[in-house]
């Protein structure tokens, strides 16, 4: 085996292992899984955060089976209903959800554009959701502003987190840490058709 095949193989253990403390919550962010499972293999090398999320995925599917691509239509069907209830906020659907990545601990993100959380918070209890908590969090890398994070459990036990953003913020583009692409996300209207003509759409970018 030469050099570079055994740095591949290398970088292809620490995902591995690093994608398993992931799926079984012993760690919650990539950056702690990949160094606790370098650290664990003693391996001095560290995968990627895609190669940490393909592996997730692998891993997903591989436990999981037909049961997450029936979960994947069920959550993405209850976020277009959140949404439509919300749809005066401008609702996104982001996160694994979205990216079609979504496995059996994964919740429904949705960001929605509002001066406060007040209305969204009011909109969602008069449509008979369950607010289970409320947190205020930075919005910002130095601390500055805060971003309301509503939670919410649906009756078919799915949980759901709405991020309240400020209107002027719409109009940002951020790029994804793992995947490296603009977190675009789905609108109302984008989620209905990706519902109508191929409701286990991934949402990841292609390999070169």
């Not at 591989?62 to 609702?91: C, D, H, N, W």
């Amino acid at each position: 085996m030469n050099e570079t095949s055994r740095y591949s193989l290398l970088r292809r253990r620490v995902a591995e292992e690093a994608a398993f403390l992931l799926y079984t919550m012993q760690e919650r962010e990539f950056k702690q899984a990949k160094e606790r499972a370098a650290n664990t293999l003693g391996i001095r090398v560290l995968p990627t955060n895609l190669e940490i999320a393909e592996e997730l995925d692998r891993i997903a599917d591989e436990y999981e089976g037909e049961e997450r691509r029936i979960r994947l239509i069920r959550m993405r069907e209850e976020a277009l209903k959140i949404m439509e209830v919300l749809q005066t906020f401008s609702p996104r659907l982001i996160g694994s959800v979205w990216r079609g990545t979504a496995n059996k601990n994964s919740d429904i993100d949705i960001v929605v554009f509002s001066p406060n959380k007040s209305p969204v918070v009011e909109t969602l209890i008069n449509s008979g959701f369950k607010v289970t908590g409320i947190e205020m969090r930075p919005s910002a890398k130095d601390g500055s502003g805060e971003t309301a994070h509503i939670f919410l459990e649906l009756p078919s036990s799915d949980k759901v987190e709405i991020i309240v953003r400020r209107p002027e913020d719409m109009y940002i583009e951020e790029r994804c840490d793992i995947y490296g692409d603009l977190k675009t996300g789905l609108t109302i209207n984008q989620l209905r058709e990706v519902l109508r003509r191929d409701p286990l759409k991934k949402f990841v970018p292609r390999k070169p």
